[in-house]
């Protein structure tokens, strides 16, 4: 089977050659009631990019990190074991007032601890300062004004757990100093197939996406969020971390890679477009975006300005991209663009053209 019948294009006389996409603005009219938007990249918006915006292969738009705490801070719980110091304590009384230190106490699996004279204490869901109040208030009963200081000795309770193309998946325990996603995935080292541009955090019920590259590369803060109890972190490998390319230009697939690919470095890698059959115009990027699900946008470079090739080295590939080069302007709609993309509507489906491709 041919690249042609796996995309759909069986019927077109475009597998014989004469592929063809409307270049002019004219000709392009038709698209946008088809959800494809055209954009002409040029010199005034080449800019916005530099850096690609990247969607999940499953179609939730990315990045959507969760928010860090307004303050973050911890809350005991079950298996931690506390350190309670207080000052002229009942249970054992100097004349100096030097600290004393009670035997650590550890939160059952009710949540609670015992602590001398005063019995049970709530601790499970709580800050130490939480804790600390209580006691001192119960404390009262006891000491004129108690000094009561709480910590949590060892950590026990809450875990972020890592997992996929990672070095040693596995649970990481919180503490009371702040975990980043960063810090997280580099106790559990990365892969050559770590796709950093994807991690997936699944807290509380709800998933969200990080493009952690985009924290390490350029300093985008929310891409590094806080770790809080009960995440679920998963870096993808990259087996969808791949452009595809067909049109006057070499057909096939293209592995990204973790690092930032240009458009000029994909034209290069297939040796450039056909410079007899190509029209110069009809350099286009199929890309989903997360704003519109079910379209496209559609990336439009106009080489005839040798000027312009600055465009597509500026300009960053992000997986499932499709780069078609068209061969002859025409400004009127044929269906080709429908065709095209209909079949493009899904990974399985993206994954399906990509196996044609290796044939």
């Not at 056909?274 to 699900?293: H, L, N, W």
């Not at 470079?301 to 025409?330: K, S």
Request: proline letters at 7%; glycine letters at 8%.
């Amino acid at each position: 089977m041919t690249i042609c019948a796996g995309l759909g294009l069986a019927v077109l006389p475009g597998c014989a050659g004469q592929m063809r996409m409307p270049v002019t603005q004219s000709g392009q009219q038709e698209l946008i009631d088809r959800n494809i938007n055209i954009i002409a990249v040029t010199s005034d918006n080449i800019h916005q990019y530099r850096q690609a915006r990247w969607t999940d292969p499953n179609g939730l738009a990315a990045p959507n990190p969760p928010a860090d705490p307004a303050v973050y801070s911890y809350r005991v719980g079950p298996g931690d074991q506390l350190r309670v110091q207080t000052w002229t304590t009942p249970e054992r009384t100097t004349d100096t007032n030097d600290i004393t230190l009670a035997e650590g106490p550890v939160v059952d699996g009710n949540g609670v601890f015992f602590y001398p004279f005063v019995g049970d204490i709530h601790a499970s869901g709580r800050t130490v300062s939480q804790i600390r109040d209580e006691l001192s208030q119960k404390l009262r009963a006891y000491i004129a004004d108690p000094q009561v200081e709480v910590a949590v000795a060892a950590f026990h309770a809450h875990q972020a757990t890592i997992t996929g193309a990672v070095g040693t998946p596995g649970p990481t325990v919180l503490t009371n100093v702040p975990l980043r996603l960063l810090d997280l995935v580099n106790a559990a080292g990365t892969t050559p197939e770590s796709d950093l541009r994807n991690v997936v955090i699944r807290r509380r019920g709800v998933r969200h996406s990080a493009n952690l590259r985009a924290f390490i590369e350029e300093g985008r803060l929310g891409n590094n969020p806080i770790m809080m109890p009960g995440d679920l972190v998963f870096v993808p490998p990259l087996a969808d971390n791949k452009i595809f390319t067909f049109g006057e230009i070499g057909t096939g697939e293209i592995p990204l890679g973790p690092e930032r690919k240009s458009l000029t470095e994909v034209l290069a890698a297939k040796g450039g477009i056909d410079r007899v059959r190509a029209d110069a115009r009809g350099i286009f990027v199929f890309r989903r975006t997360g704003t519109s699900p079910e379209g496209f946008d559609v990336f439009q470079f106009d080489l005839r300005d040798a000027t312009a090739l600055m465009l597509t080295a500026d300009f960053a590939m992000a997986p499932l991209d499709i780069v078609f080069v068209t061969n002859d302007p025409v400004t009127r709609w044929n269906d080709t663009v429908g065709k095209v993309i209909s079949p493009l509507s899904g990974v399985a489906r993206v994954d399906a053209v990509a196996d044609e491709l290796k044939d």
